[in-house]
Structure formats: structure tokens, C-alpha cells
């Protein structure tokens, strides 16, 4: 009777098992199906999110970081004059023609003093008239005006220091400082968006600007090239910011510094 009791309980928590068992797999098969329906749910809305999205574009206004770029189409131009050595001429002199002896006779003069004295003309007798002299009259020749020279910043023994980089003291320190606060420059004034409002071509366009820094440290703008007028106008206008410089040296003496400044002006849409 024992042995039958303990299998009938046996029995009872056999079923109870299956019974608590089934029921977790039904609730499995319900989460896993809710879960899949939640996940496509979200699948589509970040589809749908992705493909609604703009995506603003923005010009970029590159500064190249090389100093002096070689485009030989842009260089200043400069005047040669040779001046040329006065060849000097000998005069030919006269040939002494040799000298013939004539015969000297003393005449007797017969003139009176009287009428000697009558002739002679003193210096009191002479008059002279003022003479009135118109000072616009003069012709004075005006000293002509020294050329200046212009030195490469590649060339010049001392180039100008740009403020905030006093502390190199080297050319190649002082040219590359002056790369970098120019670019900082450039990037912060430039106006980006000017391309795209100009309706120029996609892709990458180049602005050249020739400037020099004279001999007090200011900035003199020479020459310009850029696709179009206003990028121009844009690139003077940005190089006309540049604070004044301490001005660049040869032999100890300032000098008036060329410099170019290439800008890479991309156009994106």
C-alpha cells in the first residue's frame, strides 16, 4: 500500500511538471514573437529616419602650408637695365703743319694819340640792363627716386616676424609660424560658403594672392588670380587682416619681403 501512494505522488509531480513546463514554452514562443515584431518595428523607423535625413554640406578653405609655390605665370615681373660702359673716342689732333718764316718789316705808325684815346672804350661807358629772372623759369633737375627691391621670403636673410612667433629664431622656425597663423587666418575669415553662392563648378579651386611686407611691417597687396572677380575680392579682403608685421632684413637693414599666399578653395554640394 506504502509502494502504491509513493508512485501515485510520483505520478501527480511528474504531471505537474509537464503542465509548469509547457506553459513556460508557450510564454518563450509569445516574448520571442513580441520581440521580433519590436525589433522590425525599429529596423524600419531607423531605415525610414536614415532616409529622410539631410546631410548640409560646407565649402572648405584650405591654406597650403608650402611658402612660395612655383607658378611662373605669377611672379612679379622685374625690369633688367644694363647699363653700358661709354666707349671713349680720341679726338684726332691736328697734324702740326710746319711753320713758314715770313719776313717781319717794322712800319712807322702814324696815327695821332689823340684818336688812339677816342677809340678806346672803358668799362664806365658800358651799360647794362637788368635782367629779371622768373624762378618757374629755371629748369633743376630733380634727383630720381631709388627703386626699391623687393627680396623673396625664401632669399631674405631675416624674414618678418608675424605676431606670437617672436620666440623662433630661426628662418625656417619664423616662415613655418608664419604658415600656420596665416592658414588659422584664412580658415577663420574666409568665407566658405562664397563658392557655392557664386554657382561655381564642384571640386577644387585655387586662389593666388602676391602681397609684400614693406619696410615698416605692413601688409601691401600686389597681385591677385582666382577664378572668379569676387573670390578675388574675398582673398584681398581676408589678406588685408593680417596685423603688421616686424619687418624682414638683409644686411641688417629692413627690407620690403614678397610672399604668396596660395589658397585651395574646394567647392562642395
Known amino acids: 500500500m506504502k509502494n502504491l501512494k509513493k508512485e501515485h505522488n510520483l505520478t501527480r509531480q511528474n504531471e505537474k511538471s ?4 509547457q506553459k513556460h514554452d508557450a510564454n518563450l514562443q509569445k516574448n520571442s514573437t513580441l520581440y521580433f515584431q519590436v525589433g522590425l518595428i525599429l529596423c524600419l523607423l531607423a531605415v525610414y529616419g536614415a532616409l529622410e535625413m539631410r546631410f548640409e554640406s560646407t565649402d572648405l578653405a584650405i591654406v597650403e602650408n608650402s611658402v612660395v609655390p612655383e607658378f611662373e605665370e605669377y611672379t612679379l615681373d622685374q625690369k633688367k637695365y644694363v647699363v653700358e660702359d661709354a666707349v671713349k673716342t680720341e679726338e684726332p689732333q691736328p697734324k702740326e703743319q710746319p711753320k713758314e718764316l715770313i719776313d717781319l ?10 684818336k688812339i684815346t677816342k677809340n678806346i672804350v672803358t668799362e664806365t661807358n658800358v651799360k647794362t640792363k637788368p635782367i629779371d629772372l622768373n624762378p618757374d623759369d ?14 623673396n621670403v625664401n632669399l631674405v ?25 596665416l592658414s588659422k587666418l584664412v580658415r577663420k575669415k574666409f568665407d566658405t560658403g562664397l563658392g557655392s553662392e557664386l ?15 614693406d619696410k615698416a611691417g605692413n601688409v601691401q597687396i600686389l597681385k591677385t588670380r582666382a577664378p572668379h572677380q569676387d573670390l578675388e575680392e574675398e582673398a584681398k579682403r581676408v589678406v588685408s587682416k593680417i596685423p603688421q608685421m616686424k619687418p624682414g632684413k638683409q644686411g641688417g637693414k629692413e627690407v620690403s ?10 567647392v562642395r554640394y
Open 18 to 21: 509537464v503542465q509548469h513546463s
Open 138 to 151: 629755371l629748369n633743376v633737375d630733380e634727383p630720381e627716386e631709388e627703386i626699391e627691391k623687393i627680396f
Open 105 to 114: 718789316k717794322e712800319v712807322p705808325d702814324d696815327t695821332p694819340d689823340e
Open 157 to 181: 636673410e631675416q624674414v618678418p616676424i608675424y605676431p606670437g612667433c617672436e620666440s623662433e629664431t630661426t628662418n625656417n622656425g619664423r616662415k613655418k609660424c608664419l604658415s600656420d597663423k
Open 199 to 213: 554657382g561655381l563648378n564642384e571640386g577644387i579651386q585655387k586662389i593666388y594672392v602676391n602681397f609684400r611686407v
Open 257 to 266: 619681403v614678397l610672399y604668396t599666399l596660395p589658397i585651395i578653395f574646394q
